[in-house]
């Protein structure tokens, strides 16, 4: 059994039609969890979307929810919360045109981990890019793959706990749950579409 931890944040403002939420999962310093991790990881994911507000147009905001759930990862079944401290929210200062709502930039992470013989590996979108991240060819500008791969890789080291990131495998017809360590994380060349952001 190994209980994981999940940090939410609501993705809204001016520049999004509808919110939605953007969460990471860790495996916490403490066995099931404890309100010292839940502070820690909330601190550090936010630290990695203040890291790109310049490169999210101004009208975007992350509002993180301080409560953090946990989960057995094998079941899927819900063990308990624990509330952190409440980090600041996050405003895009990009001073650019927006390009449209749906385009987004993706963060994709790896594992070690294989699951019903694929590879376990999870993904990040990335909203409010501009016109000024979006090169003559169409795809993001390698400032921008640079400096959201430098931002979510930031969340490898530890902080004031030993918590790490984990992408979770969850719980179906096709067997038990799984999480694994994220081992890489790379942003990708191409911009890609999201069509929903419901959580």
């Known amino acids: 059994m190994a209980v994981i931890l999940r940090t939410a944040a609501t993705v809204g403002g001016t520049a999004m039609s509808s919110p939605g939420i953007s969460q990471v ?18 601190a550090r994911f936010r630290a990695a979307w203040q890291a790109i507000i310049a490169h999210m147009v101004g009208g975007i905001t992350l ?51 294989v699951v019903n013989g694929r ?21 993001p500008s390698s400032g921008y793959t640079t400096a959201v791969t430098s931002a979510f890789a930031g969340l490898l080291t530890v902080g004031a706990t030993t918590s790490l990131p ?13 999480s694994s360590l994220w081992t890489s994380v790379t942003t990708a060349p191409t911009w890609s579409v999201l069509r929903s952001r419901r959580g």
């Open 63 to 113: 509002t993180f929810d301080p409560v953090c759930l946990c989960i057995e990862a094998t079941t899927g079944v819900l063990t308990g919360t624990f509330t952190g401290t409440t980090p600041g929210t996050v405003t895009g200062t990009f001073a650019s045109d927006a390009l449209p709502r749906q385009t987004q930039g993706l963060v994709r992470i790896g594992t070690n981990t």
């Open 166 to 178: 984990v992408v979770w495998h969850r719980p179906g017809p096709g067997g038990a749950g799984a």
């Open 119 to 139: 590879r376990l590996r999870g993904r990040l979108f990335i909203p409010g890019p501009g016109e000024g991240d979006n090169d003559t060819g169409g795809t």
């Open 25 to 42: 999962w860790w495996a916490p310093q403490t066995a099931g969890g404890s309100t010292a991790d839940a502070t820690d990881c909330l």
